[in-house]
């Protein structure tokens, strides 16, 4: 069983940055695929961004690459969403996901989300 606790939303201006985390809880958390989704008013929930248990790889979403960058502290149990040159269409709930082994486009685990608000 893994928990996951997001943090570091907020309301920027269009242009600006933020730094998502997802604290996740249990020891095998460096054994852990984990990834980003997000869900904007009115939309679909979508994939963002993911990186694997080593974090050797990542995978990113067209709409996002070059803005976006994920990473892990496997030290810190925690993953991290470095968002750049956000845009209005940026806004969302953004929930932090985690999977056992390999990344799957259906995660097991899911935290609760935080709100990223995108002012133009």
């Known amino acids: 069983q893994v928990q996951l606790v997001e943090s570091g939303g907020g309301l920027v201006q269009a242009g600006g940055s933020l730094r998502l985390s997802c604290a996740a809880s249990g020891r095998t958390f460096s054994t852990y695929a984990m990834g980003w989704f997000r869900q904007g008013p009115g939309k679909e929930r979508e994939f963002v961004a993911a990186?694997?248990?080593?974090?050797?790889?990542?995978y990113y979403a067209d709409s996002v690459k070059v803005r976006f960058t994920i990473s892990r502290d496997n030290t810190k149990n925690t993953v991290y969403l470095q968002m750049n040159s956000l845009k209005p269409e940026d806004t969302a709930v953004y929930y932090c996901?985690?999977?056992?082994?390999?990344?799957?486009?259906?995660?097991?685990?899911w935290g609760q989300g935080t709100q990223v608000t995108v002012s133009s």
């Open positions: 996901a985690a999977d056992p082994g390999a990344w799957r486009s259906d995660p097991k685990y």
């Open positions: 990186i694997s248990w080593s974090g050797g790889a990542t």
